[in-house]
């Protein structure tokens, strides 16, 4: 069974900095591409910021310049370092791994996170 767990999320000044990070864990032998997402107040789940198993990024207007993302292929693991960060960044991260696939199945599925809460403090 695959499982994202995301951590490190909290509560930060405006102009602050947070880094979250998520590791997928089980069976894998791959993972195609990893992201973050978050979900405004009365909106559908939108893009943070995505990257390939090549290291590609790519990132929503509102988070390019301020954040980067990067992974450890090695781990499972994907980053999104955070910075000067407004209160409209406030929301619940999910992080989201594309085509994972178990060692010993021929297809990949999809996998997200919980959600790890960001809040910031004007």
């Known amino acids: 069974q695959v499982q994202l767990v995301e951590s490190g999320g909290g509560l930060v000044q405006a102009g602050g900095s947070l880094e979250l990070s998520c590791s997928a864990s089980?069976?894998?032998?791959?993972?195609?591409?990893m992201g973050w997402y978050r979900r405004p107040p009365g909106k559908q789940r939108e893009l943070v910021g995505t990257?390939?198993?090549?290291?590609?990024?790519n990132y929503a207007i509102s988070t390019k310049g301020r954040f980067t993302i990067s992974r450890d292929n090695a781990k499972n693991t994907v980053f999104l370092q955070m910075n000067n960060l407004k209160p409209e960044d406030t929301d619940v991260y999910y992080c989201?791994?594309?085509?994972?696939?178990?060692?010993?199945?021929?297809?990949?599925?999809?996998?997200w996170g919980h959600g790890t809460q960001v809040t910031v403090s004007s």
């Open positions: 089980g069976n894998i032998f791959s993972i195609g591409t």
């Open positions: 990257i390939t198993s090549g290291g590609s990024t």
């Open positions: 989201k791994a594309d085509n994972v696939r178990e060692i010993g199945r021929e297809y990949g599925l999809d996998y």
